[in-house]
């Protein structure tokens, strides 16, 4: 039995407002294309399987985990990676609140904070639990990043 060649498809992708036309096989996710083939490592390989969130990603808006989508099917859409959101107040607030302790899932945690941030301008209490939930840390409690999510709702509705 011959192994057939692998079809490659050509995509571009819309990243961080920027325009990239790659070559992709139709089974690459979203992550390995970003991180592999694009350069953008902010994005990080957790479980590979969608549960811990490190690899988390906005698509038009909402967070999405680049693990378990195909490159094939965010063509067409407006992805963000945490390299798009380079200075923006939810960062920042992650430093000022330390947010964070070794860094590995901060950027997934970023990424959830800000759409839930943008999506949500007066989330409760409740709510920004639940939008945490999908994250997994193992180095620090979600207290510094509720802090930091508080923070920049406050600020945004003063």
Same mark, same amino acid.
């Given at each position: 039995?011959?192994?057939?060649?692998?079809?490659?498809? #050509?995509?571009?992708? #819309?990243?961080?407002?920027?325009?990239?036309?790659?070559?992709?096989?139709?089974?690459?996710?979203?992550?390995?294309?970003?991180r592999q083939q694009l350069g953008l490592t902010?994005?990080?390989?957790?479980?590979?399987? %969608?549960?811990? %969130?490190?690899?988390?990603?906005?698509?038009?808006?909402?967070?999405?985990?680049?693990?378990?989508?195909?490159?094939?099917?965010?063509? %067409?859409?407006?992805?963000?990676?945490?390299?798009?959101?380079? #200075? =923006? +107040?939810?960062?920042?607030?992650?430093?000022?609140?330390?947010?964070?302790?070794?860094?590995?899932?901060?950027?997934?945690?970023?990424?959830?904070?800000?759409?839930?941030?943008?999506?949500? +301008?007066?989330?409760?209490?409740?709510?920004?639990?639940?939008?945490?939930?999908?994250?997994?840390?193992?180095? =620090?409690?979600? @207290?510094?990043? @509720?802090?930091?999510?508080?923070?920049?709702?406050?600020?945004? #509705? @003063?």
């Amino acid at each position: 039995m011959d192994a057939s060649p692998v079809n490659k498809l #050509n995509i571009t992708l #819309n990243i961080n407002n920027e325009i990239y036309h790659t070559e992709v096989r139709p089974i690459s996710t979203l992550l390995s294309v970003l991180r592999q083939q694009l350069g953008l490592t902010g994005a990080k390989p957790g479980c590979l399987n %969608g549960d811990c %969130g490190a690899c988390t990603i906005l698509i038009d808006g909402l967070p999405f985990k680049s693990c378990i989508i195909l490159a094939v099917e965010a063509a %067409g859409k407006k992805i963000t990676t945490i390299e798009g959101l380079k #200075n =923006t +107040p939810i960062q920042q607030a992650f430093v000022e609140h330390f947010a964070f302790q070794c860094g590995y899932c901060t950027p997934g945690f970023i990424m959830n904070c800000q759409a839930l941030v943008s999506n949500h +301008p007066n989330p409760s209490k409740e709510m920004i639990k639940e939008w945490l939930s999908s994250n997994i840390c193992r180095c =620090t409690c979600y @207290e510094e990043i @509720e802090h930091a999510i508080t923070s920049v709702i406050q600020h945004n #509705n @003063e």
